[in-house]
């Protein structure tokens, strides 16, 4: 039986394709989705690929991942700088390992992108790299020891 891995994306991850493709490239959700996909089957994992512009949902899905799954794989777009819950629920799912993803690299950006709320909780961050960030977070999750 595989190893079930979520990937959770947040607010505005929909609109990948069409979305300042000079910041986040023309690659929709559904294309990193394929990604995963393939990549998830290489190393023996199931991946449940989830997106939602609500919160909420983000954390309901985190909760239930601490259940079900054997890591996290989140971008948490906008939510990554602003949310004390996604933060929390990550927490409350601690040992599981937690990679956070961003597509743009955000310490080259707007002061605001600076701080990551979802960093201090996480094993580790990829960013900057593009859509291969999720390919990255799923090789760190398979590596022994490495999260």
Same mark, same amino acid.
């Given at each position: 039986m595989a190893k079930t891995v979520f990937i959770l ?6 609109? $990948?394709?069409? !979305? ?7 690659? +929709? $959700? ?13 190393l023996g994992f199931d991946i449940q690929f989830r ?6 949902? $983000? #954390? ?9 799954? #054997? ?5 948490? %777009? =906008?939510?990554?700088? +602003? ?7 990550? !927490? ?6 937690v990679v956070e993803v961003h597509i743009s690299n955000?310490? =080259?950006?707007?002061?605001? !992108?600076?701080?990551?709320?979802? =960093?201090? =909780?996480?094993? %580790?961050?990829?960013? %900057? ?11 760190? $999750? ?6």
């Amino acid at each position: 039986m595989a190893k079930t891995v979520f990937i959770l994306n947040g607010p505005n991850l929909n609109a $990948l394709g069409k !979305r300042e493709p000079g910041i986040y490239g023309g690659e +929709t $959700l559904e294309g990193i989705e394929t990604l995963c996909r393939k990549k998830a089957e290489s190393l023996g994992f199931d991946i449940q690929f989830r997106q939602s512009n609500h919160e909420g949902d $983000l #954390v309901d899905w985190v909760h239930e991942a601490g259940e079900k799954a #054997v890591g996290i794989v989140i971008n948490p %777009g =906008a939510y990554g700088h +602003t949310s004390i819950a996604l933060h929390d629920a990550i !927490r409350a799912v601690a040992p599981l390992p937690v990679v956070e993803v961003h597509i743009s690299n955000i310490h =080259a950006r707007e002061a605001f !992108r600076h701080v990551s709320m979802i =960093a201090p =909780a996480a094993k %580790g961050m990829i960013c %900057g790299l593009g859509t291969i960030g999720y390919v990255l977070a799923l090789d760190a $999750l398979a590596a022994p020891r490495s999260v």
